[in-house]
């Protein structure tokens, strides 16, 4: 029982690229979510899923997409990377209503 | 509408001295309430969590927190802190009714001094 995994690790973009961060659970949880962690400001919810086939914006959506591709799996896509990107990002999911299970993160930094 | 407050973005202590990191909430539905925790360069670990049973909520690694409805408090306490406590700590409420969208606060970095 892996419970969230995420890929990559670390990620070192030019401005302009793009990339698609991977997400995975195998908890059978219903919703998942993809934060960004910047110092001072916590955890900002850019989207969520919650549940299969439905996706919506959180608190910070702009320059990003997302894509729910089953019940286990939930990707972050950067079109065109900037450098107000940097950051870490985390993926986490819950069956709704009770604790999220976090991932180790993804540090992207965007030159 | 859900809003969480950390009132303290640092929390200094010794080691062996009572640990307290104070958070307050606000909430439209009867919430449910967590703390997590994260270690430097980890992802986030649940530390404890209210969900309208007992309003004592024990966790792990002697800490726990109180939910004081009239107050709308959920500050989390540990009797005596150790080195290894060391880390961010997020509150963080959601309702659990429709879809989940849980509120972090902003997180308190407690220090703990040897």
């Known amino acids: 029982n892996a419970g969230v995994t995420q890929t990559p690790k670390f990620q070192v973009l030019k401005t302009g690229q793009s990339m698609t961060l991977q997400c995975a659970q195998d908890m059978n949880h219903n919703s998942m979510y993809w934060y960004r962690q910047d110092p001072g400001m916590g955890l900002r919810l850019i989207y969520y899923?919650?549940?299969?086939?439905?996706?919506d914006k959180g608190e910070v959506p702009n320059g990003y997409n997302v894509s729910r591709l089953n019940k286990r799996e939930f990707s972050l896509r950067l079109e065109s990377a900037a450098p107000s990107q940097t950051s870490v990002y985390f993926c986490a999911s819950t069956m709704g209503g009770y604790e999220q299970f976090f991932g180790p993160g993804t540090r992207l930094t965007v030159l | 509408a859900q809003s969480v407050t950390q009132l303290d973005s640092h929390v200094s202590v010794s080691e062996g001295t009572p640990v307290l990191l104070r958070c307050n909430y606000s909430s439209s539905y009867s919430p449910s309430l967590f703390w997590y925790v994260q270690h430097p360069n980890k992802g986030l670990q649940l530390l404890l969590k209210?969900?309208?049973?007992?309003?004592l909520v024990k966790g792990i690694n002697g800490f726990e927190a109180e939910f004081k409805k009239s107050e709308t408090s959920f500050h989390l306490t540990k009797p005596s802190a150790h080195m290894s406590d060391a880390a961010e700590y997020f509150c963080?409420?959601?309702?659990?009714?429709?879809?989940?969208?849980?509120?972090f606060g902003r997180g308190t970095s407690l220090i703990v001094h040897p």
């Open positions: 899923s919650a549940s299969e086939g439905t996706t």
């Open positions: 963080v409420v959601s309702d659990l009714g429709g879809s989940y969208i849980p509120t």
């Open positions: 209210y969900t309208s049973a007992a309003t």
